[in-house]
Each structure stands twice: as C-alpha cells, then as structure tokens.
C-alpha cells in the first residue's frame, strides 16, 4: 500500500497559552474524527504531529488514522521554528517509505505549519535541510502576528493567514487541513497524482486570507 504522509507542524510556544492551544487540540481532534469518516483518508492517510517550542519534538509518529492518539499539547518556551524544519526532514528520511526498482514508494508529503510568532532560533539552517526533502504541497498558516516572511520561505505562495485564534477561526482552519487531506487521498487513490499547489486543494473558507 502506498500510504499518503501528513505532517503538521504546531507552534507550542507561550505565546500560544490559553485559548489558542485549546483550540489547537480542539482542531487536531476534529481533523482526526473527519478523515476517519472518509473511507479515501482511511485507506492512504497516515499523520504525525511535531511540536515546536523551545525545542522541536515528534509528539505523534507518522500513525494510520485508526490509531491515531490525540497528543496533550502544553504551551511553552520561544520558537524553534527552524528546528521543526530539520526534525521533519530526519523523520520523514526515516518514515517515508522510498521507491525502488520493485516498488513504488509512499507518496509525496503533504505539511502542514501553523506558528503565531518569530522563529527564535536558526531557520536558514532548518531551511536548508528541509528543501532537500522530496514534499508534496506545504503549507504555511500564519496566527496573529506571525512572521509570514518566514512562512513564505518555507511554503512559497502557499501561505495563509487567520487574523485571530479563537475557535471560529481555528475550527475554519482545520477543517480546511482535513478537507485538504481528503481531497490528497482520493488524487492519489483515483488518479495516481500529488498535490502539490494551494490552487490544487479545495477553496479556503472567509477565515482563511491566502497571502499574495
């Protein structure tokens, strides 16, 4: 089976304290719950979650929807944006399944980051590790105040913003992200083809500013 590797990419620093990290959790459920009800994503989709504070960190493994555990995110520390960049790179090195001379590999990967703030530590360096990887669409989503400068570098002319993080907004988004996702599993599943542009994936909602 040639599986469709999702990752997101969460800014857990404290800026993100209170509301915001609720509604985090609260999106990351109901991303799960919608693409177990899409017999497409149950077949191709396999998610993994890394947290990005002071320190980056892989909460969820790249895990089949079935399986999936909802991780207890915790708001702290600054933004190492940078090194969410190479930790997604080195898991994706290890998790993604490669084509060979027999087999076809795992498709491409979708990711998604969502940050409100700065990155605090090197990204360029981040950066650079993560263009060496083979991706499918990324996308950057900017909360607040959030540097899309940055989110430009990494996602290209796949960057967009909410204006605020209450739940309204935040549900908006990842339902969009789930949305997103199924639309990339049936592609792969109907016609063999990756997404790999914002003007691939379905439509965002008013919530949603794409960034031009």
């Keep these: ?28 459920q109901m991303l799960i719950s ?5 017999p497409y994503a149950l077949e191709t989709a396999f998610l993994s979650v890394i947290t990005f504070d002071s320190a980056a960190n892989q909460v969820v493994p790249l895990t089949e929807l079935v399986n999936f555990q909802v991780p207890d995110l915790q708001a702290n520390g600054v933004t190492a ?44 360096k981040g950066l650079q590790e993560f263009k060496e990887g083979n991706w499918g669409i990324i996308v950057g989503c900017g ?5 899309t400068a940055a ?11 909410l204006s605020t993080s209450d739940s309204t907004a935040m549900s908006a988004f990842f339902k969009w992200v789930s949305a997103s996702v ?4 049936k592609s792969v599943e109907t016609i063999g083809k990756d ?7 379905p439509p965002p909602p008013p919530e949603i500013n794409v960034v031009v």
């Design 151 to 161: 989110l430009k570098q990494i996602a290209g002319e796949a960057v967009v913003t």
């Design 81 to 124: 944006m940078g090194g969410a960049l190479s930790l997604v790179k080195q898991r994706a090195d290890q998790e993604v399944n490669k084509s060979s001379a027999e087999v076809k590999g795992d498709w491409k990967p979708m990711v998604f980051i969502m940050t409100d703030g700065l990155p605090t530590d090197d990204i360029q």
């Design 1 to 28: 089976m040639r599986r469709l590797p999702v990752y997101l990419l969460l800014d857990t620093s404290s800026s993100m304290t209170g509301e915001p990290i609720e509604q985090v959790k609260n999106g990351v």
């Design 195 to 201: 997404v790999s542009g914002l003007d691939e994936l």
């Design 143 to 147: 909360v607040d105040n959030a540097d």
């Design 182 to 185: 199924s639309f990339g599993s």
């Design 34 to 38: 919608a693409l177990r009800k899409d």
